[in-house]
């Protein structure tokens, strides 16, 4: 079994996530007591949030790069970074480590088109939305790629995501407002599905919630981490 070192608490609500479901998934997997070889590094994300409201990235790069190394050198046979939003910074994270990060836009990617699916939606942060650093990823994993056009949706799909999901609240008019977005992707980009490319956003957004499929950034990272850390990828 490999070991996986992963950069969490941004959010902790969704490093819990991860945390919970390797292990299940692992033990399902390999049965008996089994469960998987991790270390996880867990940032203080207030820090991290104020850097990244005064548009600080080169400080996070450093920060999260050289967790990275110290997972490493811990043992980790593989990085994930426990977030959608911070691999903007993954190129060069990777750049500062000698084993592979597991790169989150990889894995869904995969997922989509093993369901035949091409033509996608994509919510998540506004630096998600706005920045093409996962548009352009899943776009060379031979997807189309549809976000809201709307600065104002992407406004209130950002508050949703920071003031509500990473505090653990979950509304039903938060989940009501998702549910019109998605459908404004498709009525006006005709999408065969939509990315939840927050690891937050399915505490809110369940599948038949919307009448396409929904592809879940967290749960296809968690798939692709156990398949490493079972030697089978």
């Known amino acids: ?76 046979d593989y990085i994930v970074i426990a977030t959608n939003t911070m691999h903007k910074l993954a190129d060069y994270i990777q750049s500062r480590i000698g084993i592979p990060l597991i790169h989150i836009a990889d894995c869904v990617a995969d997922k989509c088109k093993a369901a035949g699916i091409s033509k996608v939606g994509l919510i998540g942060t506004k630096y998600t939305m706005v920045e093409d650093f996962l548009i352009k990823r899943l776009e060379a994993n031979g997807l189309e790629v549809a976000v809201p056009s709307d600065s104002g949706i992407i406004d209130e799909i950002d508050r949703v995501i920071f003031d509500e999901l ?45 009448n396409i499929p929904i592809f879940d950034t967290t749960q296809a990272h968690i798939d692709s981490t156990v398949d490493y850390c079972t030697e089978k990828r």
Not at 33 to 43: D, F, H, R, T
Not at 182 to 200: D, K, M, R, S
Request: overall charge negative; hydrophobic content about 40%; glycine content about 10%.
């Open 1 to 76: 079994m490999k070991t996986i070192g992963i950069i969490g608490g941004m959010s902790y609500e969704s490093t819990i996530h991860y945390y919970q479901r390797i292990n299940d998934q692992v033990n399902e997997r390999l049965g008996g007591l089994s469960c998987a070889k991790m270390l996880i590094y867990n940032v203080n994300f207030e820090e991290i949030r104020a850097l990244m409201l005064e548009n600080r990235w080169d400080e996070i790069g450093e920060a999260l790069a050289d967790i990275a190394v110290t997972l490493e050198k811990a043992g980790a």
């Open 166 to 210: 990473c505090k653990g609240e979950v509304l039903d008019r938060s989940r009501n407002e998702y549910k019109e977005i998605i459908n404004g992707l498709i009525e006006e980009h005709g999408i065969e599905g939509i990315i939840l490319g927050c690891t937050e956003i399915e505490m809110l957004i369940k599948p038949g919630d919307v």
